[in-house]
């Protein structure tokens, strides 16, 4: 069985381009979650997505950022005119059922330059 | 929201030796997980435990729930298992929210062989 996959593991990008990460949850999950670690700040929640739905965004910038799992193909997670302070390990992690354990992929690691 | 405390902060150790991480959590539990995060930054799902005790090799938890804590123990350490070792919870009533996991600051482990 295949666990969560995200791409790429590794990402840089200069001041002001887009980045956008992907996250492909484990088979027949159709809850996705995305975590951001900055270096000072742990682990914290960003959004979660069930199919072609974002159930809650709170924990994401209002600005420059945005997510979609449509309904064929990866969870995305972009993030527009990428600053320094977006540098980070993102985190993608899926569930069967609401609530459940949530399984989680290796990260992207951002580079902001 | 729920907090999440790990003690202790750091820990280092020769390898084969044992040790017990401890995760207290300020409120009661619908999901308890633990994670390794290795040298690479991958985030590697150890055990799914909002009560009672498991066993993986030479890993194991448990939770008391009632108490409102978490113990993860590592017998025979390996230089393999360095790495930061996360504690992460959901509340059972989060304003209906209830699938944000709330990661502590985790347990710096370092195995020297």
């Known amino acids: 069985n295949a666990g969560v996959m995200q791409n790429p593991r590794h990402l840089v990008r200069r001041r002001g381009q887009e980045a956008r990460l992907r996250c492909s949850p484990v088979?027949?999950?159709?809850?996705v979650y995305w975590y951001r670690q900055l270096p000072e700040e742990g682990l914290k929640f960003m959004v979660y997505l069930q199919k072609e739905n974002i159930i809650d965004e709170s924990g994401m910038p209002k600005e420059r950022f945005s997510a979609e799992f449509p309904k064929e193909g990866p969870s995305i997670l972009r993030i527009q005119q990428v600053v320094r302070g977006d540098s980070a390990a993102y985190f993608c992690?899926?569930?069967?059922?609401?609530?459940?354990?949530?399984?989680f992929g290796p990260g992207t690691r951002l580079t902001v330059l | 929201g729920i907090q999440v405390e790990q003690s202790p902060p750091d820990l280092i150790l020769q390898e084969g030796a044992n040790s017990t991480l401890r995760c207290n959590f300020s409120d009661s539990v619908n999901n308890l997980q633990w994670f390794h995060q290795n040298p690479w930054g991958q985030l590697i799902n150890l055990f799914y435990i909002p009560s009672g005790t498991k066993q993986n090799g030479r890993l194991s938890a448990t939770t008391v729930a009632t108490e409102r804590y978490s113990l993860l123990y590592i017998s025979s350490s390996q230089t393999t298992d360095s790495g930061v070792y996360f504690c992460a919870a959901i509340p059972p009533d989060s304003g209906g929210s209830n699938y944000k996991l709330t990661f502590g600051k985790g347990t710096l482990l370092t195995v020297n062989p």
């Open positions: 992690a899926s569930s069967p059922f609401w609530g459940n354990e949530q399984f």
């Open positions: 088979k027949g999950h159709s809850h």
